[in-house]
């Protein structure tokens, strides 16, 4: 910024020398630095002298020519590079009449005039994610930067030069310089922000709006992420533990004792993780569905739902059960639960019993947030610890995937709609399909569900960006006098030439140069005289998982992936950090930080090599230089 004070002091018009150059960090052209202005008193001197200089061929007097690119730079996009890489853009424009010969308009606040800049994207008529149509910036359309309810969105200009309602209008600050015949004048100028490339490369056109900002989509992708995606993935998980239980680890043929205790480990995990998964499915039925929650615990009838689509729902919930068959065969899930917990009584068979309990014990939900201890039965009876529910109910288990809790097969009528299923990945397994189509029949429900309830936001993963990978973006300058009305109409001014925004590791930014200073004496004498000036407050939770780590060797580590008979799963305990008296207690641990960038660094050397067999980027990676005379043990 103070380069170009002093340009517009000393010379400004040189101000075209500085326009924007394609440059990657392999070369750019450095222009000199302008030079510093004179004390007041003296600039009007100067001033005669760089004219005098002009004149004489000492310097062009050509403004319009940047300097030539370096033969490194021709073949890159123009790009706008990050604050992080050391670079920073600004705009600039005069606001003049179109009468040659009058002076620079003045901006009245008064009158609510503003004199600003657009950031436009550019954007294809006719997008095609399958095949992204190559960057054409006279057929591709300016679309502006327009705030909503639901965040921004790139809504397209009737015409070009048009200002769009609503579209964010960035600030620029006047700047005064004069002329070498001594006319001031005035110069706009605005910074871009380049920092929020991320923003607007992931936001949304105004098109797909309606498809991925309604309050259904907001309810549904809620259900998707809460409730349907983490039964999904223990559904998932059990299979894999059978695989590991069954196979020890891919290999082998493990004895029948082994393979129960393993599936014995899996079965009370998926146990734990699917109590917090139905605590979710309850509160978002209760909130999203109360009048299919208050029937499922009224034990209404069916025909007394005013809507068939959550009558269809409310069925669908009464047959997500545990299925057994009847007569029940001798091993099932039934008699494994009867072996962990000495009896089946408190082993549910349908969803509904299971809400019911919710409901009749409000508390369940809060015991289960403020427990330190893992869902596990080792006491004597055999007891669950004190925080969690007194009942059983599976999602998903590793022996027997096909008995373990899951909703009925749904006959759609009508099938579902494209824009039903596009949040729903296919997946092969018939319990996956099964819970997407029971999300699509909430779905279905939401539509005549209560709408005064507030609706959870759409996070930023879900909304369809406009192009998340690349943009293309043109400024304009506006000039905006609304009280004039329709007498004289917004000015904007002609694009810019279209440029890309670089990412934070764009591989052509210039590099910020950053150096870490690791210890210089790192033996024993050295290290020992570092400071552990750096805390880390830890909880009992997190000081019993500290533990178990601990308590985990290299050669467990290996044990694992071994197939038969040399596999050995994991066992390091659990729990929170607890006293002698059982009183739970936390941890603050002291360390150096100079001692661990030796150890970050030497971790990162090895999955460095370790990642090598698959990436290849040794090669890329390092380059180190001599440093002549750097000793640890200087005198």
Same mark, same amino acid.
């Given at each position: 910024m103070q380069e170009f004070m002093n340009l517009l002091a000393t010379d400004p018009q040189q101000?075209?020398?500085?326009?924007?150059?394609?440059?990657?960090?392999?070369?750019?052209?450095?222009?000199?630095d302008p030079t510093a202005p004179k004390e007041l008193f003296a600039r009007a001197l100067q001033r005669l002298g760089v004219a005098r200089s002009r004149g004489n061929g000492a310097v062009s007097a050509t403004t319009d020519q940047p300097p030539a690119e370096s033969t490194d730079t021709v073949s890159a996009a123009l790009k706008l590079y990050q604050p992080a890489h050391q670079r920073f853009y600004l705009v600039t424009s005069c606001?003049?009449?179109?009468?040659?010969?009058?002076?620079?308009?003045?901006?009245?606040?008064?009158?609510?005039?503003?004199?600003?800049?657009?950031?436009?994207?550019?954007l294809p008529p006719n997008p095609n994610p399958q095949n992204p149509p190559t960057f054409d910036a006279a057929t591709w359309q300016e679309h502006g930067w327009v705030g909503t309810p639901d965040g921004n969105i790139w809504q397209k200009a009737d015409t070009a030069d048009n200002f769009i309602v609503g579209e964010e209008i960035l600030p620029m600050f006047a700047t005064n310089y004069s002329q070498d015949d001594g006319r001031k004048r005035r110069l706009f100028a605005g910074v871009?922000?380049?920092?929020?490339?991320?923003?607007?490369?992931?936001?949304?056109?105004?098109?797909?709006?309606?498809?991925?900002?309604?309050d259904i989509t907001s309810r549904k992708i809620l259900l998707l992420s809460k409730v349907i995606g983490p039964w999904k993935q223990l559904v998932d998980r059990a299979v894999k533990m059978n695989l590991a239980a069954t196979t020890s680890g891919g290999g082998g043929s493990p004895g029948p004792r082994d393979i129960q205790e393993a599936l014995h480990t899996a079965r009370i995990e998926l146990q734990g993780q699917s109590y917090y998964v139905l605590v979710d499915f309850a509160n978002y039925l209760r909130t999203y569905l109360k009048t299919v929650w208050d029937a499922l615990i009224n034990e209404t009838p069916s025909s007394q739902l005013p809507d068939p689509s959550q009558t269809a729902v409310l069925d669908a919930l009464r047959a997500t059960a545990i299925t057994i068959q009847s007569p029940p065969p001798t091993?099932?899930?039934?008699?494994?639960?009867?072996? =962990?917990?000495?009896?089946?009584?408190?082993?549910?068979?349908?969803l509904v019993d299971v809400f019911q309990r919710f409901n009749s014990d409000p508390q369940i939900?809060?015991?289960?947030?403020?427990?330190?201890?893992?869902?596990?039965?080792?006491?004597?009876?055999?007891?669950?610890?004190?925080?969690?529910?007194?009942?059983?109910?599976?999602?998903?288990?590793?022996?027997f995937p096909e008995q373990a809790a899951q909703p009925p097969s749904i006959a759609f009528n009508p099938p579902p709609s494209p824009d039903e299923t596009d949040e729903l990945p296919p997946e092969p397994d018939l319990a996956s399909t099964r819970l997407d189509q029971l999300a699509v029949l909430i779905a279905r429900a939401l539509v005549t569900a209560d709408a005064t309830?507030?609706?959870?936001?759409?996070?930023?993963?879900?909304?369809?960006?406009?192009?998340?990978?690349?943009?293309?973006?043109? =400024?304009?300058?506006?000039?905006?006098?609304?009280?004039?009305?329709p007498l004289h109409d917004d000015v904007v001014s002609v694009p810019t030439d279209p440029f890309q925004l670089a990412g934070f590791f764009d591989p052509d930014?210039?590099?910020?140069?950053?150096?870490?200073?690791?210890?210089?004496?790192?033996?024993?004498?050295?290290?020992?005289?570092?400071?552990?000036?750096?805390?880390?407050?830890?909880?009992?939770?997190?000081?019993?998982?500290?533990?178990?780590?601990?308590g985990i060797t290299f050669g467990d580590l290996v044990r694992t992936v071994l197939p038969f008979p040399l596999h050995k799963d994991l066992d390091a305990g659990g729990g929170a950090c607890k006293g002698a008296d059982g009183t739970?207690?936390?941890?603050i641990c002291s360390l150096s930080i100079p001692i661990i960038t030796i150890c970050a660094l030497i971790i990162l050397i090895l999955m460095v090599s370790l990642l090598d067999i698959i990436f290849h980027w040794v090669p890329f990676f390092l380059i180190c230089f001599p440093f002549k005379g750097m000793s640890a043990k200087q005198s």
């Open positions: 101000l075209g020398r500085y326009r924007l150059l394609k440059e990657t960090w392999r070369g750019f052209v450095k222009l000199a606001l003049v009449c179109q009468t040659p010969g009058l002076p620079d308009r003045k901006v009245d606040p008064g009158k609510q005039e503003q004199a600003g800049f657009v950031l436009r994207r550019l871009v922000p380049v920092a929020k490339r991320e923003a607007y490369l992931a936001a949304s056109r105004s098109s797909s709006l309606a498809s991925s900002g309604t091993d099932n899930i039934a008699t494994r639960w009867r072996a =962990i917990a000495g009896d089946t009584e408190t082993l549910l068979t349908n939900e809060s015991r289960l947030d403020q427990t330190t201890d893992e869902f596990n039965f080792t006491s004597v009876p055999p007891t669950p610890p004190a925080g969690y529910p007194p009942f059983l109910f599976p999602l998903a288990d590793p022996e309830v507030p609706q959870p936001a759409i996070p930023l993963a879900a909304k369809q960006p406009a192009d998340a990978l690349t943009g293309w973006f043109v =400024i304009r300058c506006v000039y905006r006098r609304p009280a004039c009305g930014a210039p590099a910020r140069p950053i150096r870490i200073g690791l210890p210089i004496d790192t033996s024993p004498a050295g290290l020992r005289k570092f400071d552990k000036n750096t805390a880390f407050v830890i909880s009992d939770t997190l000081c019993g998982q500290i533990k178990r780590i601990q739970s207690f936390g941890t």
